[in-house]
């Protein structure tokens, strides 16, 4: 059977990307199901170079699985195990650095909400910490489940890259990584020698000087979907959304 597209739709008559038929695009009308990040990955080959000593702590699935990330792309990972269902061991983070007067730690890698448990990380202490023995490490932080539904301050903890995903408090389909860098973690960009291509922070950072916003071919439709997620943000206050976010939070504890 023939379908036509009714008159009053846009149509792009250029060689790709092409039309949609109506039929895929209700197919993927639906909601979530399961994903993975490829920001974990941006954010450490942007900013470290193989054989980098980095401190990343096990406090759930999610962070086991960044962890094996950060081994298998060959840095030096000093795991520090911490019991599932409690926070990271921020005495052990602090005597660490407290012996490393050679800054041998070139990041603190660390998921600032834990989806498999539940526990939220205390990025200030972390912060104070560094500041505390005038550590030079970089601070990456995966906030994938925790910006834009707990307070997340990027500024005033000083935190160097961080990550989320359009699938958790964004309310959006799977598809979309965001990160964040601090100048500090953007000058270490140009220096860091992980091999990377469609990650690479330059070819980003090129394309937005020139006018345009992407150097690949991007998820428009996410795009769009992500203006109307921001819009029903900006419409209900972000302090609400996070204050929503504790009060339901705690019921269901």
Partial sequence: MDYFNAPGRNHLFV?????????VIR????????????????????TLSPG?????????QFSLLWIDQQQRLKFNVDVVESEWGRGADLDVLESKLASDSAHT?????IVHNETATGVTNNLAKVRQLLDH??????????????????????????VDVAITGSQKALSLPTGIGFVVASPKAIEASKSAKSLR???????YLKFYKMGSYWPYTPSIQLLYGLRAALDLIFEEGLENII???????KATR
């Fill in 133 to 158: 023995y005038q550590h030079p490490a970089l601070l990456l932080v995966d906030g994938v489940s925790s910006i834009c539904a707990l307070d997340f301050r990027m500024d005033e903890w000083g």
């Fill in 15 to 23: 060689p790709g990307p092409v039309n949609i038929p109506d039929q």
């Fill in 105 to 109: 730690i070139k990041a603190i890698c």
């Fill in 27 to 46: 197919a993927m009308s639906r909601n979530n199901e399961d994903y993975r990040t490829g920001a974990w990955e941006s954010a450490l080959t942007n």
């Fill in 52 to 60: 980098d000593r980095i401190v990343s702590f096990v406090i759930g």
């Fill in 243 to 249: 204050e929503r976010h504790a009060r339901l939070g």
């Fill in 197 to 203: 291509v469609f990650f690479d922070w330059s070819d």
